[in-house]
């Protein structure tokens, strides 16, 4: 098993369709991370759960809702996106939130706003 | 408002050159510094983290580290054309910090 685990990779969706995206660790870390990646900007952190708690919410547009079950599942909920929001979805964790131990990624889900 | 300046690059060297990749960060009171690889299409892969001032060697990579200056780079000997790929620096400044990346810069080695 990889550490870090994304479906799906890749994704095309409407305006109005509603989806979610999927990340599983295996690492055992107690902290999730969803982070934007768009073409010619630095990785954009949208949400941090620790212990399955949102800690952060980084200005992030309602139409991405994030869920964490539990210290190893991370949810992203979308629905209603805009063509802007078409990116590459990674998701990454660590030991502790905040901690200066590394973050690990997964290979991310690359989502098309049709 | 903390910022991580990469060089936009790309960068281009030729195999079995040195490769030197630099990245600048505004807060004095960062504590600690990553190096990650970027293949095309992948996720970003840790490849060096360094947290003292002075360098750290790895194989063929080396950290460098100057806190007074506010910068990090890394080396990267003997370069491969498999070492082709975008290198993102990132900075944690400390306890409650986020992690914070820079744009990153592609690098290509010619065969």
């Known amino acids: 098993e990889t550490g870090v685990t994304q479906t799906p990779r890749h994704l095309v969706m409407g305006m109005t369709n509603k989806k979610s995206l999927k990340c599983e660790q295996h690492?055992?870390?107690?902290?999730m991370y969803w982070y934007k990646q768009s073409a010619k900007k630095p990785l954009e952190l949208m949400f941090v759960?620790?212990?399955?708690?949102?800690?952060e919410n980084n200005s992030v547009p309602s139409r991405f809702s994030p869920e964490c079950p539990n210290s190893s599942h991370l949810f992203l909920h979308l629905h209603t996106l805009q063509p802007e929001d078409s990116a590459l979805y990674l998701c990454?964790?660590?030991?502790?939130?905040?901690?200066?131990?590394?973050?690990?990624f997964g290979d991310g889900t690359r989502l098309s706003i049709l | 408002q903390k910022e991580v300046e990469q060089n936009s690059g790309p960068l281009s060297v030729p195999e079995g050159a040195i490769a030197s990749l630099n990245c600048t960060y505004s807060?004095?009171?960062?504590?600690?510094f990553f190096w990650y690889r970027q293949y095309s299409g992948k996720s970003p892969e840790l490849i060096m983290f360094?947290?003292?001032?002075g360098d750290k060697e790895d194989g063929r990579f080396t950290a460098q580290l100057n806190k007074a200056s506010q910068y990090v780079s890394l080396l990267i000997r003997d370069s491969q054309p498999s070492d082709s790929a975008t290198y993102l620096c990132?900075?944690?400044?400390?306890?409650?910090?986020?992690?914070?990346f820079g744009k990153g810069i592609t690098l290509s080695v010619r065969p």
């Open positions: 807060d004095r009171g960062s504590q600690s």
């Open positions: 690492l055992g870390h107690n902290a």
């Open positions: 759960y620790s212990l399955e708690e949102r800690v």
């Open positions: 990454a964790s660590s030991q502790e939130r905040y901690t200066n131990q590394p973050q690990h």
């Open positions: 360094i947290y003292s001032n």
């Open positions: 990132a900075v944690h400044t400390g306890a409650n910090s986020k992690l914070t």
